[in-house]
């Protein structure tokens, strides 16, 4: 019951957020708007068990990446926001279009893929995966087939690095 | 103690069936740290990283050839096989990297640009492109798979200064992202869509477990998520082979990027991906009726759009570009014929992948080889212009060139005479006749502007700047031009050698 009530009480929360994410002017409060609606996803994941995941959607998104927008927008200096606003732009009106496609296309793909989640079986319960133990588990287990592809993107990690600072530094 | 031997046997184990990429990570790591060690002053200092280098793919290569005749074995509970397959397909990865590193060392000199990240780089690509080749499990093939890409997109801007250089990476880097997204997303669906493929009924990546699954459950056990996702994750495979209608980013990221670079990547990147290839359609020929036909489109437009598109270009680099896009397209064509009539003919579609991309691998590498050689000290030479008359410039360079053109034209004796005739015979057998039509059809229009190279090199006069001196020749170079021509012509006349060398490839784990 308290699941159900925290359920709606973070899905009205979230469409409020991210229905003021598009609609205010300014891009600053639609960036805090979207910050909102990153917390509530984290929320909803918690609902479901999946508290790895929840943890790193507060940390990478609501925290790195939004800090990014932040900084870009206050760095470009877009002045007032009223400035800003496209005029006589179809844009909107097929941003809604699709938007409703979408929805009904979301509403539709159970049955259009047969999504294989079997009817009255949560999936936190139906398979533990979500939890950090769990994660932690799977990802070092030496029968599972994880550890592979985990430690080898340490290597992608590195190269990522030596790339950045090649790219970047006036003189190697 | 019991308990903790058995673990240790057990990740021996595992660690001796990735030992080659071992191997070559290890040197990578070599290579960063010592050249933080050696003085920058010595005169033999930046000679170390190649010397480094080439030791280290070397004995990579030497640890690949003792197996090469073992039983397959797969290693981390299924993440990676090392099956005959994979050994060939790192064996052709080594043999491409090191002749890549015998041609950077003076060309890099002459641009300034010798760092010795460049090598570790290079080893850390080529580090991807063997798990690739052994990946047995989707996730640890997307990790391959951007190891090798992000690798590359540094190096295609490794010639900072140069604007051109720099369009090349960012081109490159936005677009892999964008088909990295598309792979991603492809795996996730076919994850989803495995769920009542597997003998466990649980959903999984593991290749060995679809392909069980596809060959017990077949066309009927399918769904359209899995058909989704295998779509999808071949747009991301045809993006990094350059297939048409998803080869916008090759011209300018070949013509852009360091010529080293570029004869690296297009031999490495061709190699890899088609291995891959392989082996997930391989998997998937239990359902060849879903891919079969878009599979074949797509080689077609591949072998024409390449070599039409080939047809106009002044620039050699971005001639050779689109040539290579043609030639993605002929192995296309071979690779298609794995799905045909339940895979019987899959044993003669892979010996004539693997002998075309060895074919390819010479030939190219040779043809931007004789570019590098051609090369001096602040001017790259990339145009028909810069070839006028090199017979009597530089004999050597015409002749060798000669040869790359024969070989990539397709006429005989050359290897990759041989290779087309393989691929056409296995189109035949395979009863693929237009495809085969089409590939004759392609040849011809490419060999037009091969032809148009030589006619530049021969019978023109040499434009008064583009003379050039000799002062600076690079041993590295010559000696991998060298290599390149007369295995060239020597599978060319003798390919059975060259054929039973390959020949373990058929052996495949799928199911």
């Known amino acids: 019951m308290a699941t159900v009530i925290a359920f709606w009480v973070l899905a009205i929360l979230s469409v409020v957020a991210s229905i003021a994410m598009v609609v205010t002017k300014n891009p600053v409060r639609s960036a805090l708007a979207l910050v909102g609606t990153f917390i509530c996803v984290a929320a909803f994941y918690i609902l479901l068990s999946a508290q790895f995941i929840a943890a790193v959607q507060v940390i990478v998104y609501a925290g790195a990446i939004m800090v990014l927008f932040l900084f870009v927008i206050m760095l470009l200096n877009l002045g007032s926001p009223g400035a800003l606003r496209e005029r006589g732009s179809l844009q909107p009106i097929i941003a809604t279009g699709l938007g409703i496609c979408f929805l009904i296309a979301l509403l539709l793909s159970g049955s259009l893929l047969s999504l294989p989640l079997p009817a009255g079986v949560r999936p936190a319960e139906y398979e533990p995966l979500g939890t950090v133990r769990a994660i932690g588990i799977n990802l070092y287990d030496p029968n599972q087939p994880w550890l592979f592809p985990f430690e080898a993107t340490s290597i992608l990690l590195l190269v990522a690095v030596i790339g950045a600072i090649i790219m970047a530094k006036r003189k190697v | 103690m019991g308990m903790s031997d058995k673990l240790w046997a057990i990740q021996f184990a595992n660690l001796i069936a990735v030992l080659p990429a071992i191997v070559v ?72 990297a090191i002749l890549a590193v015998l041609l950077s060392t003076t ?132 993006f990094k082979a350059a297939l048409v209608p998803f080869h916008m980013w090759t011209p300018d990221v070949y013509q852009g990027s360091p010529t080293s670079v570029t004869a690296y990547m297009a031999a490495l990147t061709k190699i890899a991906i088609f291995t891959v290839i392989l082996r997930i359609l391989s998997v998937l020929t239990p359902i060849s009726s879903v891919w079969l036909i878009t599979a074949q489109i797509l080689a077609v437009l ?200 390959l020949a373990p490839a058929t052996n495949i784990l799928v199911r």
């Not at chain 2, 005959?84 to 080594?94: D, E, K, V």
């Not at chain 2, 895979?343 to 691998?361: C, P, R, S, V």
Request: charged letters at 10%; one cysteine or more.
């Open chain 2, 302 to 501: 591949t072998m024409f759009g390449g070599n039409i598109l080939a047809v106009t270009q002044d620039n050699v680099k971005r001639m050779l570009a689109y040539s290579s896009v043609a030639h993605a397209g002929y192995i296309m064509a071979a690779v298609v014929a794995v799905g045909v009539a339940n895979g019987k003919f899959h044993d003669l579609a892979i010996n004539a992948t693997m002998f075309y991309l060895f074919a390819y691998t010479l030939m190219t590498i040779g043809a931007f080889g004789v570019l590098i050689w051609l090369s001096r000290r602040g001017r790259d030479c990339q145009t028909l212009g810069d070839l006028k008359g090199l017979v009597k410039r530089d004999p050597v360079g015409a002749y060798t060139m000669l040869v790359f053109m024969l070989s990539l034209g397709g006429i005989p004796p050359t290897m990759g005479f041989m290779g087309k005739l393989m691929i056409f015979n296995v189109l035949l057998s395979a009863g693929l006749m237009p495809l085969a039509l089409c590939l004759g059809f392609a040849s011809i229009i490419s060999v037009y502007y091969y032809l148009r190279v030589v006619w530049m090199m021969c019978f023109m006069e040499p434009d008064k700047e583009t003379i050039t001196d000799h002062a600076v020749e690079s041993s590295g170079a010559l000696f991998a031009i060298g290599v390149t021509v007369v295995l060239s012509l020597f599978f060319g006349l003798a390919p059975t050698i060259a054929q039973n060398l």
């Open chain 2, 107 to 238: 060309y890099l000199e002459n641009k300034k640009l010798h760092h010795g990240e460049y090598y570790v780089l290079i080893l850390f690509s080529l580090f991807g492109a063997m798990l690739m080749a052994s990946s047995n499990e989707l996730i640890t093939l997307f990790v391959s798979i951007e190891t090798l890409s992000v690798s590359l997109y540094v190096l295609a801007g490794f010639a900072r200064t140069e604007e051109r250089s720099e369009e090349a990476a960012l081109k490159y880097f936005l677009l892999g992202a964008f088909a990295a997204g598309f792979l991603l997303y492809g795996i996730a669906l076919v994850y989803g869509g495995s769920f009542g493929l597997s003998p466990t009924g649980k959903a999984t990546t593991n290749l060995t477990e679809i392909g069980a699954g596809l060959a017990s459950a077949g066309l009927g056990g399918v769904t359209v998520m899995f058909v989704i996702g295998v779509a999808l994750m071949f747009v991301g495979f045809a």
């Open chain 2, 25 to 96: 990570m290890v040197t990578g790591f070599i290579v960063l740290l010592g050249d933080s060690c050696v003085p920058t002053w010595h005169k033999n200092g930046k000679a170390l990283n190649p010397a480094v280098t080439f030791v280290g793919i070397a004995v990579a290569l030497f640890f690949n050839m003792t197996r090469i005749g073992k039983e397959t074995a797969t290693a981390f509970s299924g993440a990676v096989v090392d099956d005959p397959f994979s050994r060939i397909a790192i064996l052709l990865l080594g043999v491409a």
